[in-house]
């Protein structure tokens, strides 16, 4: 069993930077993808980021290219995403998923088994 807290939401304004984190503990040995996705209100949950713990290869949704960087520290067990360039439009609850399985399918929600409960970002303009 693999367990995930996400941190370091909060509120900033457009242009502004934040860093959200997600600490990983039980079997992390076992997760070989984790992801950052988002939700707002009214819309389905989207992939933003993902790094693919072997390699540490990463990819980004379009939307995020270039404002946004994920990383990870394995002796911490914990996933960042820093967040530079902030827009209105990225206002959304942010989680990190994790799962086992090694793919190049990142951006599916179905395909991840493991969640945090998210934590909350809202830029205003």
């Known amino acids: 069993q693999v367990q995930l807290v996400e941190s370091g939401g909060g509120s900033v304004q457009a242009g502004g930077s934040l860093r959200l984190s997600c600490a990983a503990s039980?079997?992390?040995?076992?997760?070989?993808?984790m992801t950052w996705f988002r939700q707002a209100p009214g819309k389905e949950r989207e992939a933003v980021a993902t790094?693919?713990?072997?390699?540490?290869?990463?990819r980004y949704a379009d939307s995020v290219k270039g404002r946004f960087t994920i990383s990870r520290d394995s002796d911490k067990n914990t996933m960042y995403l820093q967040m530079n360039d902030l827009k209105p439009e990225d206002t959304s609850m942010y989680y990190c998923?994790?799962?086992?399985?090694?793919?190049?399918?990142?951006?599916?929600?179905?395909?991840?088994?493991?969640w945090g409960r998210g934590t909350q970002v809202t830029v205003s303009s």
């Open positions: 998923a994790a799962r086992g399985v090694s793919s190049d399918v990142w951006d599916n929600v179905l395909a991840y088994s493991i």
């Open positions: 039980g079997n992390t040995g076992s997760v070989r993808r």
């Open positions: 790094i693919y713990t072997v390699s540490d290869v990463t």
